[in-house]
Each structure stands twice: as C-alpha cells, then as structure tokens.
C-alpha cells in the first residue's frame, strides 16, 4: 500500500470548508424546500457510535444508494455534515430517492487521527458489521467512499478495509471516480457531479 497522498487529503479539507461557509448562507431556509428527510438514525442519541445514516432524498419511491463510507462525524437526525452533504448532492444529480450511509468503523471522531486513542473493537463498533450487511441488502447500487487513512494507522486501515470488502464481495460494490494515488476509493467529499460510479476489480484489496 502506498502512504496517503497529502494532495487529496488537502481537498477534502477545503471541500469541508466550502461546505461550512455554504451552510452559513442557508441558514433560515425552509426545510421542506431542501427535500431532505432523515428516515433514521442508529443509534439516535448515541454519542460514540453511528451505525446507519439513512435520508430520503425526495417524496415516494426509488432508487436506493448504500455508501460505505470511512467513520461518522457529526451527522445525525438533527444536522448535516460536509460528507453526507456531498453524498446526497451525488446521489440527487445520479437520481437516487434515499440514501443509505454506513462505515468501516462506527466510532464517531471529527478527526480520524482520534480513532487511534481506542482499540481496535470499540472503533470498529459491536454491531457494525450487521448493520453493514443490512445495509447493502437490496440497494440498487453499493457505493465505497472511505478515501484515504488521513491520519489512522495504515495497518487498522487496512485490515478493516479488508475485512468490509468480504462483507460486501456478494453485492458488486463500486467506487466512484478515480481511485486516490494511494489506491483507495476517493472520499465521499470528492464525489463531483461529473464522477460515475465504477464496479471493483475483483483483485482489488482496497
């Protein structure tokens, strides 16, 4: 595996502060006019662990989107965050109805670097990989946007990537865009509109 490149890591730093800036001039918006639903969140209240993210993107039925994503940050029933907000913004323009969100390690941290103050089973979370396989049950496509390590250990990285994809190898996961240089799926906050999903190679380790 090579060492994360620092060049992608640095534009998901400016695509999160994009975000923020964006959010300050929407603030006081009709919420209905967003389209926006949380459907659920598990566990609602939790402060440590996000298992499922899921999101309604417009009224009634259609296609359904699971993203296996890196870890959860500050997203809830109650707010947003830069990555989930890119990932609705993609799965609108590719005309998803819902949006399914799961991760490698259910820990929440606004930074990954913090997941290495834990051990290995409480980031990875007791009930993450059932909620990963109910995740991708019946999605019409399963995305993986987990990009980078950005600051994990390159070996817990690895090894839980690994151990996700097994969990996923039935449900044809894709990736969005071009991979990083470093070979990982790009990261959720690079998912530009002009980006198409693409199957993984079946050799394909990360």
């Known amino acids: 595996m090579l060492s994360a490149n620092n060049s992608d890591d640095q534009a998901i730093e400016r695509c999160e502060l994009r975000w923020n800036k964006s959010r300050l001039l929407t603030v006081g918006l009709d919420d209905a006019k967003c389209l926006r639903r949380v459907i659920r969140c598990e566990p609602e209240d939790d402060a440590r662990y996000r298992?499922?993210?899921?999101?309604?993107?417009r009224a009634g039925e259609g296609p359904r989107l699971t993203a296996v994503l890196k870890n959860p940050s500050r997203a809830s029933v109650r707010r947003s965050d830069p990555t989930i907000g890119k990932l609705e913004a993609w799965a609108r323009r590719h005309g998803f109805a819902r949006v399914v969100c799961v991760n490698l390690f259910a820990y929440r941290a606004t930074t990954p670097a913090?997941?290495?103050s834990h051990p290995y089973a409480v980031i990875v979370g007791p009930e993450n990989d059932a909620a990963i396989r109910a995740a991708v049950d019946g999605a019409d496509l399963v995305a993986v946007g987990w990009g980078n390590p950005n600051g994990i250990a390159p070996e817990v990285y690895d090894r839980r990537v690994a151990e996700v994809l097994?969990?996923?190898?039935?449900?044809?996961p894709h990736r969005v865009g071009p991979p990083t240089r470093a070979g990982y799926p790009r990261h959720a906050l690079l998912w530009n509109g002009g980006c198409e999903a693409v199957g993984l190679a079946k050799?394909?380790?990360v």
């Open 203 to 205: 050799s394909v380790s």
């Open 51 to 57: 298992y499922v993210l899921e999101v309604a993107l």
């Open 166 to 172: 097994e969990l996923l190898r039935s449900s044809r």
């Open 114 to 116: 913090g997941l290495n």
